[in-house]
T-cell receptor, first 115, second 113 residues
């Protein structure tokens, strides 16, 4: 059973380009979470999705960022018109269901560098 | 006030030492609590859940004080391999409607030979 798969592992974009980060949850997991970790900082919650639904996007910047988790295929975090401040590690996590003590399993992350 | 606060460290300790990390959280509605470990440039991994009754896993002991909104992690007989960043994590799970992990900024532990 493969773990949470994120790709690409490293992504370099010029300012103004779009970045697409993909996350395939563990088999059987229908809940996906995206977190951002800025250099020397902790992980910040961005968004929580179930299949075809955004449940909680309270951590998403209001502009340029969007996320989806379609019925088929991976979850996508999309950043339009990237800026230098978007450079960070973006981690995806998944869980099979939601209870108070559900463990979330993390992917290895995508390191985005904006030049 | 941050939702989850930790001393960033670094904690530099010799092998075999006992070290304790503390964490406070601000939201009294928080439902569950965890310690995660993150190695340099790697993903976070669950170390242990934290229960009100306290729980122990080998050399690791976690405690929760809901009245004081305080969580602790004790590591006994430190090993070189324990060197990592330890993340205090609080889950704002409102009756299953959402499952949002809030991370502290982490405490860096460096175990010296």
């Amino acid at each position: 059973n493969a773990g949470v798969m994120q790709n690409p592992r490293h992504l370099v974009r010029r300012r103004g380009q779009e970045a697409r980060l993909r996350c395939s949850p563990m088999k059987g997991h229908s809940h996906v979470y995206w977190y951002r970790q800025l250099p020397e900082e902790g992980l910040k919650f961005m968004v929580y999705l179930q299949k075809e639904n955004i449940i909680d996007e309270s951590g998403m910047p209001k502009e340029r960022f969007s996320a989806e988790f379609p019925k088929e295929g991976p979850s996508i975090l999309r950043i339009q018109q990237v800026v230098r401040g978007d450079s960070a590690a973006y981690f995806c996590a998944s869980s099979p269901f939601v209870t108070e003590n559900t463990e979330a399993f993390f992917g290895q992350g995508t390191r985005l560098t904006v030049v | 006030r941050k939702e989850v606060e930790q001393d960033p460290g670094p904690f530099n300790v010799p092998e075999g030492a006992t070290v304790a990390f503390n964490c406070t959280y601000s939201n009294s509605a928080s439902q569950s609590f965890f310690w995660y470990r993150q190695d340099c440039r790697k993903e976070p991994k669950l170390l242990m859940s934290v229960y009100s009754s306290g729980n122990e896993d080998g050399r690791f002991t976690a405690q929760l004080n809901r009245a004081s909104q305080y969580i602790s992690l004790l590591i006994r007989d430190s090993k070189l391999s324990d060197s990592a960043t330890y993340l205090c994590v609080v889950n704002l799970a409102y009756g299953g409607a959402t499952n949002k992990l809030i991370f502290g900024t982490g405490t860096l532990l460096a175990v010296q030979p």
